[in-house]
């Protein structure tokens, strides 16, 4: 047994470094940027009237029809859909692509209430108040809403980055040699599944373990200024 789990260690480690890790972060990085991005939307009010009211809201709509049609349908499903299903209409793309682009809507809908939730936990007090001294948007943005937001946010965007290191083991169902691909490839040669597949969870069990304590460490940092107790 211990000889199975020595030559086989380096094949999964270098394929969740090879391809877990890189699919994990690419894809966690465009989804945040299509979460603050969607969750900026949905929490501003349009301003004008006529059809830029109009277009603003429509934008709005499109965007919950997004986060609803990706947290409504199974991500292994989103995954043959971009793979299998997009060649038959001209649109070909490689696995790691795809792989990259359903990842990134899948867990950008997610993030984005996470992110909306975190930012309308501000109150608009401070909105208003930020607004009487003549601060505009951007400062009361990057100034006063984000700092509190990012610290309400973290503990779900880090769940949702940990949930999305587990998933990229879907990525096997189409063709990426990612740790659970390579496991079950030796699997296959050596006979033992229950060996192999024991240890595939004990390398994500790790990963997503320095994961929630580089989260433990961030929550601490981004609430060094809050005081609790009496």
Excluded: H
């Excluded at 890189?22 to 940027?33: H, R, T």
């Excluded at 989103?78 to 299998?84: A, E, G, K, S």
């Amino acid at each position: 047994m211990w000889d199975t789990i020595v030559k086989s260690t380096p094949e999964i480690v270098g394929a969740g470094i090879k391809y877990s890790i890189p699919l994990a972060l690419i894809s966690f990085v465009i989804a945040m940027v299509i979460a603050v991005a969607t969750a900026l939307v949905r929490t501003t009010e349009p301003k004008g009237s006529g059809i830029t009211k109009f277009l603003f809201k429509l934008l709005k709509w499109i965007i919950s029809f997004y986060i609803w049609l990706f947290r409504s349908t199974p991500l292994l499903v989103q995954l043959f859909i971009v793979f299998f299903g997009l060649p038959s209409i001209g649109v070909e793309l490689d696995a790691f692509t795809a792989g990259i682009i359903t990842f990134s809507l899948n867990t950008g809908a997610y993030c984005s209430e996470s992110v909306r939730g975190a930012i309308i936990s501000i109150p608009k007090s401070q909105w208003e108040a930020a607004y009487a001294i003549g601060m505009s948007y951007s400062q009361v943005l990057f100034r006063i809403i984000f700092p509190q937001a990012m610290r309400v946010a973290i503990p779900p965007v880090s769940n949702s980055f940990i949930g999305l290191v587990k998933d990229t083991s879907l990525a096997s169902s189409i063709t990426i040699l990612e740790m659970f691909t390579v496991s079950q490839q030796i699997a296959a040669k050596n006979y033992e599944p229950m060996l192999m597949y024991c240890m595939v969870a004990v390398y994500y069990a790790v990963f997503c373990s320095i994961l929630s304590i580089g989260q433990y460490y961030l929550e601490r940092y981004t609430s060094r200024y809050i005081v609790t107790g009496g």
